[in-house]
Nanobody, 120 residues
Framework: QVQLAESGGGLVQPGGSLRLSCTASGRIFSIFAMGWYRQAPGKQRELVASVAASRTFEYADSVKGRFTVSRDNAKNTVYLQMNGLKPEDTAIYYC??????????????WGQGTQVTVSS
């Protein structure tokens, strides 16, 4: 099993910044991709940003130029630097890890989520 622990959410004013962190622990064999999804009230969960082990990045159009995802493979940690936050960024942010075990079984693991609220 793999566990994901998130931190860094909170309340921030429009235009402000936050940095989310997520660290994977447990029986880690190989993590292909790590990243972040978010879910706002009444909306579906959507991909925010992800980074593969090959350093391939993917961003939602709505956050390009404002958010930056990064990864420390040695620490099994993924970060999300969020700048220029807008009220529409308000959501619960979930970390995920695309993990493959020693037998080649692939599974997505999820964190419990951290609340980000952008409001004046």
């Amino acid at each position: 099993q793999v566990q994901l622990a998130e931190s860094g959410g909170g309340l921030v004013q429009p235009g402000g910044s936050l940095r989310l962190s997520c660290t994977a622990s447990g029986r880690i064999f190989s993590i292909f991709a790590m990243g972040w999804y978010r879910q706002a009230p009444g909306k579906q969960r959507e991909l925010v940003a992800s980074v593969a082990a090959s350093r391939t990045f993917e961003y939602a159009d709505s956050v390009k130029g404002r958010f930056t995802v990064s990864r420390d493979n040695a620490k099994n940690t993924v970060y999300l630097q969020m700048n220029g936050l807008k009220p529409e960024d308000t959501a619960i942010y979930y970390c995920y890890a695309d993990h493959t075990d020693a037998l080649g079984s692939r599974k997505d693991y999820w964190g419990q989520g951290t609340q980000v609220t952008v409001s004046s």
